[in-house]
Every structure is written in C-alpha cells, then in structure tokens.
C-alpha cells in the first residue's frame, strides 16, 4: 500500500484481556519498528524486525507483549492479560533498510484498558 | 534515563515569528538527527534531518541546527504558520545500530 496501515485505530479492552494489534507495512520495506506512546510521552521503542526474525526485542516491557513477522510483510503485536498501565498509542514504522533514514510511521492504534 | 531529551514542553509563538525548539542528547555515539512533527490522531512525519557532519540544514522554513561540542541540536521555523501547530518530537540514532530515540516531544502553538 501508499503508507503503513495499523488496525484497529481503536480497541478497547478488559483488564485481564488479551489483545492483537495489526502493522502492515509498506510494501517491500524490510525493516519494522513497533514503538509505544503514552500520554506526554516520546515514542518508546518496543522491538524491531528485519525481515521475518526479531532483531533486536530489548525494548519489550515484560514477557506479556509478543510481536511476530513471519512472512516478513505484516506484523502482529500481542499482549496477554493485559494491565491498564498498558493503554497507550502503539506506533508501528516501516523502512527500506536498517537504520533512520526512510522511518514512515502509521497513524497508530489507542489501546484503552478499562 | 533519557538519552534525548526536549525539555520545553509547549511553546507558544505567534504568525510570522520565528519557533526556536530545542533538543539535547546524552549519547555521544549518536550521529544522525531527525525531527519529526505530529498532528493528533496521526503518525509522525519526518520533517527535517541532520548528519553529525554538518552543523547546519536548510530545508525552506525549516533549519535545523547541530552542537555537537553541546550536544544540542534546535529546530527553527520561520516564518511560523498557523499549520505548524503540532507536537515535535527529537530524534536521534546511532548509525544505524539502534532504532531511533525520541525525546518527549514540545507542543508549539501558532496563534494567528
């Protein structure tokens, strides 16, 4: 597609729920980058892929967030029981290649835990 | 610990003025620099971009300017427009070797 396209723009979920979040993005960019924004806050980097493998999953909060890529097109990022410390805007971007150059990022997903 | 930080939150400027932000770094392997600008409800969009090179990048109404020596690095808009309204967020990376670090981003307010 034009640009990165993340769904749902919205979910709201139950305390104790788990929840996908959906990346696709643009096409033939190797590289993806899953960041969270909370409130008043910067974009916070969650985990990178290039291609289908992790390269580099350091900024992932605990061992409830997952994100998978496996056919290195659309990424999914899952969290499991999921805790209202976890409402946020989850970012997703997309690049040709490693590195900043080329970063486009889609409109997001707000994530509400209720 | 926060390797860039923007440390003005909001900044207010009226049209036609010039909008100074304003950005530092901690992490001296950073070596590109980036600000983006954010429109609510949407993604950031690169805006304007500096190697650690240069000290200096023009861009129309945009110049960003680096000191490496203070690691600082500031972003000028002029003339500003009502449509700037945004949040703008620093960013800086490392070759390459890390995904990009943003700072906390500075609400600017254009009045007319």
């Known amino acids: 597609g034009a640009g990165v396209s993340q769904t749902p723009s919205n979910k709201v979920t139950e305390k104790g729920k788990y929840v996908e979040l959906r990346c696709d993005p643009i096409s033939g960019h190797t590289a993806l980058y899953w960041y969270r924004q909370s409130l008043g806050q910067g974009p916070e980097f969650l985990i990178y892929?290039?291609?289908?493998?992790?390269?580099?999953d350091s900024g992932l909060p605990n061992d409830r967030f997952f994100a998978v890529r496996p056919e290195g097109s659309v990424s999914t990022l899952k969290i499991q029981r999921t805790e209202r410390g976890d409402s946020a805007v989850y970012l997703c971007?997309?690049?040709?290649?490693?590195?900043?150059?080329?970063?486009?990022f889609g409109s997001g997903t707000r994530l509400t835990v209720v | 610990d926060q390797q860039v930080k923007q440390n003005s939150p909001s900044l207010s400027v009226q049209e036609g003025r010039i909008s100074i932000l304003n950005c530092d770094y901690t992490n001296s392997m950073f070596d590109y620099f980036l600000w983006y600008k954010k429109y609510p409800a949407e993604g950031p969009t690169f805006l304007i971009s500096i190697s650690s090179i240069k000290d200096k990048n023009e861009d129309g109404r945009f110049t960003v300017f680096l000191n490496k020596s203070a690691k600082h690095l500031s972003l000028h808009i002029v003339p500003s427009q009502p449509g700037d309204s945004a949040v703008y967020f620093c960013?800086?990376?490392?070759?390459?070797?890390?995904?990009?670090?943003f700072g906390k981003g500075t609400r600017l307010s254009v009045i007319a």
């Open positions: 960013a800086a990376d490392n070759s390459g070797n890390t995904p990009l670090v």
């Open positions: 971007a997309s690049s040709p290649g490693g590195g900043a150059v080329g970063y486009t």
């Open positions: 892929f290039q291609g289908t493998g992790a390269a580099d």
